[in-house]
């Protein structure tokens, strides 16, 4: 299998420090972006060995599961850390460009678009997620042959911390309704019911469809370019930056993400505790605790 993974990444210490990107230290954007691009690597590409303690040997693994991985990393006006990560020259390809900083994630669609015909697999990741899970791609293959290539599975975003009322909080909880009510139809299958490995799952049409990211297989990729609305930067979504990396695919297909209960079938982690510590602050703590 061929992946072309896309990465939106800025940095800016005097934007301010509203976001992760605009914090006056570099070293935690840093850090997420390395290991962002290092999971991708060490899950998914043929970068991988079994170690043979018996013959003090390396020798292959998940031969039928590693997939030729290319990953570019896009930027803005030469505001990035790419100069201060620890990882080889061949990791990934860094595509540079002199976008609004806000409309960087419009550049990886760009990106997506000129690699038509070339891959299985077309992603889009902000630069502080991890995919650490060997299976995404066989799970969303599983979901695509099930329910057609017009619904699009997308992943929870998680938080982990070793301290706090929870050690894991999955952070893309519902908006309101009026928020994405003229950009999709929830009441349209608002469910899909499943079963794989004898366990039953069941995926909505989330009120909240962002995650950060989008992972679409060749047809859904060629589909949505063929859009009258493709690239035309719409930013109407909440932001500029969730409407990069939601917008267009809310638009295109019906998103599904797994109900609560099944919340793990396919996520992504964030990286940091940023939305952990509003808990029994800006969020109150309510239901079963642990």
């Given at each position: 299998?061929?992946?072309?993974?896309?990465?939106?990444?800025?940095?800016?210490?005097?934007?301010?420090?509203?976001?992760?990107?605009?914090?006056?230290?570099?070293?935690?954007?840093?850090?997420?972006?390395?290991?962002?691009?290092?999971?991708?690597?060490?899950?998914?590409?043929?970068?991988q060995?079994?170690?043979?303690?018996?013959?003090?040997?390396?020798?292959?693994?998940?031969?039928?599961?590693?997939?030729?991985?290319?990953?570019?990393?896009?930027?803005?006006?030469?505001?990035?850390?790419?100069?201060?990560i620890?990882?080889?020259?061949?990791?990934?390809h860094?595509?540079?460009?002199?976008?609004?900083?806000?409309?960087?994630?419009?550049?990886?669609?760009?990106?997506?678009?000129?690699?038509?015909?070339?891959?299985?697999?077309?992603?889009?990741?902000?630069?502080?997620?991890?995919?650490?899970?060997?299976?995404?791609?066989?799970?969303?293959?599983?979901?695509t042959?099930?329910?057609?290539?017009?619904?699009?599975?997308?992943?929870?975003?998680?938080?982990?911390?070793?301290?706090?009322?929870?050690?894991?909080?999955?952070?893309?909880?519902?908006?309101?309704?009026?928020?994405?009510?003229?950009?999709?139809?929830?009441?349209?299958?608002?469910?899909?019911?499943?079963?794989?490995?004898?366990?039953?799952?069941?995926?909505?049409?989330?009120?909240?469809?962002?995650?950060?990211?989008?992972?679409?297989?060749?047809?859904?990729?060629?589909?949505?370019?063929?859009?009258?609305?493709?690239l035309d930067?719409d930013?109407?979504?909440?932001?500029?930056?969730?409407?990069?990396?939601?917008?267009?695919?809310?638009?295109?297909?019906?998103?599904?993400k797994?109900?609560?209960?099944?919340?793990?079938?396919?996520?992504?982690?964030?990286?940091?505790?940023?939305?952990?510590?509003?808990?029994?602050?800006?969020?109150?703590?309510?239901?079963?605790?642990?």
């Open positions: 299998m061929r992946i072309l993974f896309t990465i939106a990444h800025y940095f800016n210490p005097e934007g301010g420090g509203k976001h992760g990107s605009l914090s006056k230290d570099p070293r935690p954007r840093a850090l997420a972006l390395t290991n962002c691009l290092t999971a991708l690597r060490g899950t998914f590409s043929k970068s060995c079994f170690i043979d303690i018996s013959h003090f040997a390396t020798a292959s693994v998940n031969q039928n599961q590693v997939s030729d991985v290319d990953i570019v990393v896009c930027t803005t006006q030469n505001r990035h850390l790419l100069n201060q620890s990882l080889p020259s061949n990791a990934y860094h595509h540079a460009t002199n976008a609004a900083p806000m409309l960087l994630g419009f550049e990886c669609q760009a990106v997506l678009r000129d690699g038509l015909g070339k891959y299985d697999y077309y992603c889009y990741l902000e630069d502080d997620l991890i995919l650490r899970d060997p299976w995404f791609f066989i799970k969303l293959n599983w979901f042959t099930q329910a057609g290539d017009l619904n699009l599975l997308m992943p929870n975003r998680y938080e982990v911390a070793p301290q706090g009322p929870f050690c894991k909080a999955y952070i893309d909880g519902d908006l309101i309704p009026e928020a994405t009510a003229k950009f999709q139809n929830v009441q349209d299958r608002p469910e899909l019911k499943g079963s794989i490995m004898e366990q039953g799952i069941l995926f909505r049409r989330p009120l909240n469809p962002h995650s950060g990211c989008y992972f679409l297989n060749s047809r859904q990729m060629a589909h949505w370019t063929r859009q009258p609305y493709f930067r930013v109407s979504f909440v932001g500029p930056l969730e409407s990069a990396a939601t917008l267009g695919v809310m638009k295109t297909f019906r998103i599904y797994t109900a609560p209960a099944y919340a793990g079938f396919l996520e992504i982690q964030h990286f940091g505790n940023a939305f952990l510590n509003l808990i029994g602050n800006q969020i109150r703590l309510t239901g079963s605790q642990p």
